[in-house]
């Protein structure tokens, strides 16, 4: 799992790299994401070994996230001019993610979501 944390870190520090040189007003740590997403789908030497670390990273992602709410509540004053256009933003953004996730994974798993449902309630559409 170390050697899956580090790769991580690798490719953040990659997206590091290109942000400096680039100047691309980007965040580095999507552009590492970035990076590592191509790398998995060109099936990179060692890219597997990252799964465990990012599913160790998964398992407590709200430990990773409080820090946010922490600072978002430490600092209210400077966004209570806006706690409207944020709250939309949030809710709006949540829900059209949902839809789009949702269509996506339909698209991408075609009938299989159909089978896998049809066996769980124990249907055979087979002659």
Known sequence: MIDGLLILLLFQFFGEVII??????????VVGMVLL????LLNAPYTQRVAPAAGGLIKHISLLIFPLGVGIVLQWH????????????????????MIVITFMLKKLLGGKHQEASSKLHGEDHGG
């Open 37 to 40: 997403l191509l790398a998995l």
């Open 20 to 29: 400096r040189l680039t100047g691309i007003p980007l965040p580095a740590s």
């Open 78 to 97: 400077r966004y209570e001019d806006y706690a409207l256009a944020l709250g939309v933003a949030v809710v709006l953004g949540t829900i059209l993610s």
